[in-house]
């Protein structure tokens, strides 16, 4: 297993596009200011997306990192 690097806990399963029930979808993040990218590092919604995305969710890892692009 990767590390993980966040606490917040991981979704049951990976949500697929165009095969998932819509109702299964991740809810929708909210939007935020522009981000120091030196913090980047330390910043939960980063890390929680490198925990998604290492454990195989591609697409919760997309949804946790939208707002900070």
């Known amino acids: ?3 993980r690097y966040s ?3 991981l979704p049951a ?3 697929l596009p165009g095969v ?3 109702d299964q979808r991740p809810q929708d993040t909210e939007r935020r200011e522009a981000i120091d990218l030196d913090a980047l ?3 939960d919604d980063f890390r929680y ?3 998604l995305f290492n454990q195989g969710f591609p697409w919760e890892a ?3 990192w939208e707002p900070l692009w």
């Open 62 to 64: 997309h949804e946790a």
């Open 7 to 9: 606490t917040r806990p």
């Open 1 to 3: 297993m990767p590390p």
């Open 13 to 15: 399963a990976p949500y």
């Open 20 to 22: 998932s029930p819509r």
């Open 41 to 43: 590092a330390a910043d």
């Open 49 to 51: 997306g490198l925990d």
